[in-house]
T-cell receptor, first 111, second 112 residues
Framework: DGGITQSPKYLFRKEGQNVTLSCEQN?????MYWYRQDPGQGLRLIYY???????QKGDIAEGYSVSREKKESFPLTVTSAQKNPTAFYLC??????????FGPGTRLTVL | QKEVEQDPGPLSVPEGAIVSLNCTYS??????FMWYRQYSRKGPELLMY????GNKEDGRFTAQVDKSSKYISLFIRDSQPSDSATYLC????????????FGKGTTLSVSS
């Protein structure tokens, strides 16, 4: 089955902790994206990567970091510098015609 | 002015109604237009994809793009309770290195 997987589905973070959200795709897509979704806010772009070993900041990159060492993987680290990390995080990948396909999401809660 | 404007609703209709969802935008460079459906606590699902102006139909769904008015629409015919979801419009210019710009989504509720 081709698709995008995100893990874990639910994640709890204590104050001051860094946590990493996993995103894997087997669609052979070059581009991958991370979004944050809050109630009433829509989707806000955190980081995106058009190619391996390269990535760009989105609109709300502060307090987050990413890596793109493999085409299939684009993990997101939520650092302790992110003061309000409780949200629904969505990973997506896209093909040359800009169609984006999303994973099922990770819900992060700060305890 | 925001790049993409979308009325958040909520929009409530009876089963069988025709639903019209809309977005307006300000950037005339947008060339690709999409509609996503998102059920609660799930990832968005691509519903419709259109390049430039015109109409596209897929079953009960029709997407329209009017670039002269910077206005896109999604019509749902014979709406069903299973159509109850949040609908997000998205668009992007034909330019490498850019990312989709999303509307904030319209929440639709179809009652049986």
């Amino acid at each position: 089955d081709g698709g995008i997987t995100q893990s874990p589905k639910y994640l709890f973070r204590k104050e001051g902790q860094n946590v990493t959200l996993s995103c894997e795709q087997n669609l052979n897509h070059d581009a991958m994206y991370w979004y944050r979704q809050d109630p009433g806010q829509g989707l806000r772009l955190i980081y995106y990567s058009q190619i391996v070993n390269d990535f760009q900041k989105g609109d709300i990159a502060e307090g987050y970091s990413v890596s793109r060492e493999k085409k299939e993987s684009f993990p997101l680290t939520v650092t302790s510098a992110q003061k309000n990390p409780t949200a629904f995080y969505l990973c997506a990948s896209s093909i040359y015609d800009h169609r984006q396909f999303f994973g099922p999401g990770t819900r992060l809660t700060v305890l | 002015q925001k790049e993409v404007e979308q009325d958040p609703g909520p929009l409530s209709v009876p089963e069988g109604a025709i639903v019209s969802l809309n977005c307006t935008y300000s950037n005339s460079a947008f060339q690709y237009f999409m509609w996503y459906r998102q059920y609660s606590r799930k990832g968005p699902e691509l519903l419709m994809y259109t390049y430039s102006s015109g109409n596209k139909e897929d079953g009960r769904f029709t997407a329209q793009v009017d670039k002269s008015s910077k206005y896109i629409s999604l019509f749902i015919r014979d709406s069903q309770p299973s159509d109850s979801a949040t609908y997000l419009c998205a668009m992007i210019p034909n330019q490498a290195g850019t990312a989709l710009i999303f509307g904030k989504g319209t929440t639709l509720s179809v009652s049986s």
